[in-house]
């Protein structure tokens, strides 16, 4: 059965970069996509980027400004976030395989993690 495992969150400073880790334990050629979601506090979760497994090609939620970088190695997807913002706070999650509909709707997934927290202070 497909596992997530994320890693990597932790406390920053404004203007600093977190990357994060989701190693799948198992095949990630099994899943379509692997995308990564956040939920911050007070509000809903939303998507922010997804990568196709069979290609390593990326999808970036429309609305991101560029800080965010999403990239797999040997079967760990990674998400790499530069000049964060207090408004980054947020708790991360990775989810796998995508069962049709928007790639950043919530719920359209069938495999999700633990998530990680990450801190960003002013």
């Known amino acids: 059965q497909l596992r997530l495992r994320e890693s990597g969150g932790g406390s920053v400073q404004s203007g600093e970069s977190l990357r994060l880790s989701c190693k799948v334990l198992?095949?990630?050629?099994?899943?379509?996509?692997v995308a990564w979601f956040r939920q911050a506090p007070g509000k809903g979760r939303e998507g922010l980027a997804a990568l196709q497994t069979s290609d390593g090609a990326p999808t970036y939620r429309r609305t991101l400004e560029g800080r965010f970088t999403i990239s797999e190695d040997k079967g760990t997807v990674y998400f790499q976030m530069t000049n964060l913002k207090p408004e980054d706070t947020a708790i991360y999650c990775c989810?796998?395989?995508?069962?049709?509909?928007?790639?950043?709707?919530?719920?359209?997934?069938?495999?999700w993690g633990q998530g990680t927290q990450g801190n960003v202070s002013s």
């Open positions: 198992g095949d990630i050629k099994s899943t379509n996509w």
């Open positions: 989810e796998a395989k995508c069962t049709g509909g928007g790639l950043f709707t919530v719920g359209n997934y069938d495999v």
